[in-house]
Nanobody, 126 residues
Framework: QVQLVESGGGLVQAGGSLRLSCAAS????????MGWFRQAAGKERESVAA????????YYADSVKGRFTISRDNAKNTVYLQMNSLKPEDTAVYYC???????????????????WGHGTQVTVSS
């Protein structure tokens, strides 16, 4: 069992930055791929970024490439999402998830993730 708790969300102006954190419980954190997903009001959940257990593989949605950076600290059981140059369309609830996707091509597939946090709200004003 893995429990995930997100933090770091908030209100920011367009062009600003936020850093999300996701703290995981359990001794097996380092063996899981970690992902960030988001869901805007009235829209379907979408993948944002993911990172393999060793940090060797990462995935980014096209909409955030060059602006967001995912990283992890296995010693602290924490994964981060640094979000720069934020846009109003980045407004959403951001969820952290852990899982074991079969292959790097599936890093952005939500169905590959077993454990989910409750989310943190990110609001970007124009």
């Amino acid at each position: 069992q893995v429990q995930l708790v997100e933090s770091g969300g908030g209100l920011v102006q367009a062009g600003g930055s936020l850093r999300l954190s996701c703290a995981a419980s359990g001794r097996t954190f380092s063996s899981y791929t970690m992902g960030w997903f988001r869901q805007a009001a009235g829209k379907e959940r979408e993948s944002v970024a993911a990172i393999s257990w060793s940090s060797a593989s990462t995935y980014y949605a096209d909409s955030v490439k060059g602006r967001f950076t995912i990283s992890r600290d296995n010693a602290k059981n924490t994964v981060y999402l640094q979000m720069n140059s934020l846009k109003p369309e980045d407004t959403a609830v951001y969820y952290c998830a852990s899982g074991r996707p079969l292959g790097s091509r599936r890093l952005g597939d939500a169905s590959e993730y077993s454990y989910w946090g409750h989310g943190t709200q990110v609001t970007v004003s124009s």
